[in-house]
């Protein structure tokens, strides 16, 4: 088995509004390099508490969660912000793109938040980035103007731009249509056999399939 | 395109909604305009209130002022001393009192060693009635040295009809504020008759009008030469009552002052002093100016609190997704509060600008024909140090306007937004 590029121990979430709800309870997990993770399972069980905890996002939780062999528990929140930019591509349900930009530039604000290229060849790796989606005909369009499949496919191109050790994605097809899913499927497929790390959230079964691994989540437990 | 990506994200925010942004930034522009018209404005005025005042202020005056000495009465002498019994007057009057500054020409020469002091013009002033048929205007006439006035006052500049030196070469000659030689009817060359209050009569020729451009100079005010009104008075050539000064520095007249009535024993006071109404009444003025653009300025600071929290409001999704991609608490504090700052800094020089080009239209303007203050145009100060203030103001509110809402932006929850 490849070296654990995540670990999770024992974590517990609760949401206290409206009322207390103990939403995870002592979830521990480790994904390894190049492994493709999917997380599964019914409406409310936790699966989208646990991705953002996991993420970095959500701080508020108990237990230790390490990344890239870093304790990220703890660290504060500047720190994690440049862990993320670093570390973490992240993939959401409703694309998420920011309308002033043009897809390119969408592409190229982390890399040059990261500051790793210079702007010139940070424009570069985006636009090659953008050609991996197919998307690179339309770079100089705003994002605003694309199509929702679109959307995502640069949203992707986004998460990879600064080679990032894993990609969380937060139902990546739940906002398309089959056509479209059937796309961005090639990629995941595409970025799986890359080697890259993947965990994503998902409802969709035959997603999950191509899969090395699935974790059934049900009140806020893994089952499998 | 080489700006640091923050600043890429406050450019793209900015030019996307550009009516907003034009919208915050007029608020800034026309509260610093305004700000900028008002104390070009009102310093104007001051500078002209002051310039009146010192035009006919000398810088020190020195006088006798008459303060009797009551300690010491005839009634004890006649009664005699004793300390048995208690001597009460009521009312006391002085039995005589001279106005004049004894050994007048001793302290001029002496002045006249001072390096400091420019001008020394000895006067002796009195309250005449002129009469213009059954009417008598009482009217103040200085007794001066012509010469020296002129050095004091800048009379020569001041004069309607002809010159200040014609008071030399003229017996018995006047000149008149020419306000005074309308209301006399009189012209350079005809003949005024005056009355000393101890009832001498004395004819005069009126050998040059002048305007001061206040009124108490141009209506109630005549200059005869000093030997005239010593004659007038019968009194003799050493009979002074006032000595005026200028200094080559007036802001030294406050300490020059107090020495000088310690050296000579007389009353010397300086232009502040005597002026202490017009310095209370542009401190007034200024306090006035400052509140009011203040208020100006912080309802343009609203307006751009306003704006910016509903564009923080429009951008919570955004602000979400930078955090994820790793934009920490101080880029999202910078990109919101640089925007401010932007709107804040176009929008000051703007009104900076706005604020000259009002104060410039101003200058133009006529002012009212008025009796008692001469003067062409609304009075403007066009002083740098005003546009200054005016930009570092709209800089701080716009900076505290801004930075709440900033602040608010770098709390987003980005877990709360991405979920949905």
């Known amino acids: 088995m490849a070296q654990a590029v995540l670990t999770a121990e024992k974590l517990n979430k609760y949401f206290y509004d409206p009322a207390m709800i103990h939403v995870l ?89 990261l500051g790793k290229l210079n702007p010139k060849e940070a424009e570069e790796y985006a636009i090659e980035k953008l050609r991996q989606m197919d998307m690179h005909e339309h770079a100089r369009k705003l994002s605003g103007k694309l199509s929702g499949g679109q959307q995502q496919r640069v949203a992707i191109a986004r998460a990879l731009i600064n080679d990032p050790k894993i990609i969380m994605a937060d139902e990546p097809t739940g ?18 056999k890359e080697g890259n790390t993947i965990i994503t959230v998902t409802h969709d079964h035959d997603f999950a399939a191509k899969s090395n691994r699935i974790l059934e989540m049900a009140d806020g437990q893994i089952k499998s | 395109m080489m700006l640091p990506v923050n600043f890429k994200i406050v450019r793209a925010h900015l030019l996307s909604r550009k009516r907003q942004t034009i919208i915050a930034m007029l608020g800034v522009t026309f509260g610093i305009g305004m700000f900028i018209l008002m104390m070009s404005f009102m310093k104007g005025m001051n500078d002209f209130f002051e310039n009146i005042m010192l035009s006919v202020t000398p810088d020190i005056r020195i006088y006798n002022d008459y303060k009797t000495d009551y300690s010491f009465s005839v009634a004890q002498q006649y009664f005699g001393e004793s300390p048995q019994s208690w001597i009460v007057i009521r009312h006391p009057r002085p039995k005589q009192i001279t106005l004049n500054l004894k050994n007048a020409p001793g302290i001029i020469s002496d002045l006249h060693k001072f390096n400091e002091i420019q001008v020394v013009s000895p006067l002796v002033s009195a309250q005449l009635l002129f009469n213009y048929g059954p009417v008598q205007l009482g009217i103040v006439v200085d007794g001066v040295d012509i010469r020296e006035e002129d050095r004091l006052f800048g009379l020569s500049d001041k004069m309607n009809g002809g010159r200040p030196e014609n008071l030399l070469t003229t017996n018995n000659g006047i000149l008149l504020g020419y306000k005074l ?79 000088l009535a310690r050296k000579y024993r007389y009353k010397a006071e300086d232009w502040e002093t005597v002026n202490a109404s017009v310095k209370a009444g542009n401190l007034i003025r200024d306090t006035f100016t400052y509140v009011l653009s203040f208020t100006l300025l912080l309802i343009a600071g609203f307006g751009i609190y306003n704006i910016m929290n509903m564009v923080i409001m429009g951008k919570m999704k955004d602000i979400a997704i930078l955090k994820a991609e790793g934009f920490a608490k101080k880029d999202i504090v910078q990109i919101f509060l640089s925007q401010s700052l932007c709107i804040g800094l176009v929008g000051a020089v703007a009104g900076l600008l706005l604020g000259f080009l ?3 239209a101003l200058s133009l303007v006529s002012w009212p024909e008025d009796e008692w203050i001469v003067i062409k145009h609304f009075p403007v100060n066009f002083n740098s140090l005003y546009y200054v203030v005016g930009l570092i103001f709209g800089l701080l509110t716009t900076a505290l306007a801004g930075l709440l809402p900033a ?9 709360a937004i991405l979920r949905g």
């Open chain 2, 407 to 415: 602040l608010k932006a770098s709390r987003v929850d980005p877990v």
């Open chain 1, 25 to 113: 309870h002592d979830v521990s997990l480790s994904v390894c390099e190049g492994e493709f993770v999917c997380i599964m399972g019914k409406s409310g069980c936790g699966k989208s508490t646990l991705l953002y905890l996991l993420s970095t996002l959500d701080t508020a939780y108990e237990g230790a969660l390490y990344i890239n062999g870093i304790r990220v528990t703890g660290l504060d929140e500047n720190d994690l912000a440049h862990f993320r930019n670093k570390h973490i591509g992240f993939v959401f349900q409703f694309h998420f793109l920011l309308p002033e930009f043009t897809a390119l530039e969408n592409v190229m604000l982390p890399a040059l938040k």
């Open chain 2, 181 to 259: 030689a309308n209301k006399l009817n009189v012209n350079i060359g005809d003949m005024v008759t005056a009355i000393t209050p101890s009832g001498v009569q004395s004819r005069f020729r009126v050998v040059g009008t002048y305007k001061f451009g206040i009124s108490i100079m141009d209506e109630y005010k005549a200059y005869i030469s000093l030997a005239s009104m010593q004659q007038l008075l019968g009194k003799n050539r050493d009979y002074i009552t006032d000595i005026r000064l200028k200094l080559k520095d007036m802001k030294n007249a406050a300490a020059l002052a107090s020495s």
């Open chain 2, 358 to 360: 009002l104060s410039y």
């Open chain 1, 175 to 192: 906002n398309l249509d089959s056509t479209n899913t059937a796309i961005i499927f090639n990629i995941f497929d595409q970025l799986v």
